[in-house]
């Protein structure tokens, strides 16, 4: 990806539009698919098809992601730069294709911030190995409708997972600084919120240590 800004889809939407309406036919039949893989359960290959979209015809792809996220603004600005008829032409889709909207948001995250499989969602189920004495923990990591890593740990194994991430977030901000590269606004902001949320959890985390450590073993 060449970690394309927002201007793809802020600017020109009636370009944007006016290759879609060139080929409609077509589109309308890749969406047609994609809902009935999606329906099917087949959430990878969808975000593959989808990605390929983006691709080929960027113009055609950013058309259908705003109109599936029903965009006010982004249906006012084709009226004004085509007509009326051309945005409930993209009015439509959203009414079609509901299912659509989520892996084509993620995969516009994709394209106009240069991420891959951004995770939206953690699932977790806890139980406990009595025979181990261990609690468990299975969670699986979401990126939209796709699940990109299901696994059944004990507490400590799963900290471990969370010390890599935080490494290697660690490790990136020490490149940034030895290279002397900015880090903008927002996301500082959201490095100290997370750094804060870390922090309570591992208050928490410490405190219930402490009482297992005072509670013999095999205790119930």
């Known amino acids: 990806m060449d970690g394309r800004d927002d201007t793809d889809e802020t600017e020109l ?11 409609e036919s077509g589109t309308r039949a890749l969406l047609d698919e994609l809902e009935r893989l999606t329906l099917e359960g087949e959430h ?42 051309a945005a409930d032409t993209l009015r439509d889709l959203a009414d079609t294709y509901p299912t659509l909207e989520e892996p084509f948001s ?34 699986a990591m979401q990126s939209g409708d796709l699940t990109l890593l299901e696994a059944t740990e004990s507490p400590q194994e799963v900290l471990q997972v969370a010390i890599y991430l935080v490494q290697a977030t660690t490790d990136s901000l020490e490149a940034s600084l030895e290279q002397e590269h ?20 591992l208050d928490h985390l410490r405190a219930q240590i402490d009482e297992l450590r005072r509670r013999p073993v095999g205790d119930e």
């Open 106 to 139: 993620v995969v516009r995250t994709e394209q106009s911030h240069d991420r891959f499989n951004p995770v939206t969602g953690l699932s977790t189920t806890t139980t406990y190995h009595a025979e181990e004495e261990v609690p468990l923990i299975r969670y």
């Open 182 to 201: 900015s880090v903008n606004t927002e996301e500082l902001s959201g490095l100290i919120d997370r750094r804060e949320e870390l922090e309570t959890e």
């Open 44 to 85: 990878e290959e969808v975000r593959e098809r989808i990605r390929a979209l983006a691709e080929a015809n960027t113009g055609v792809f950013f058309a259908v992601a705003l109109s599936l996220t029903g965009s006010k603004q982004f249906f006012g600005d084709v009226e004004a730069q085509l007509d009326v008829t």
């Open 13 to 23: 939407p009636g370009a944007l539009v006016t290759e879609f309406l060139e080929r």
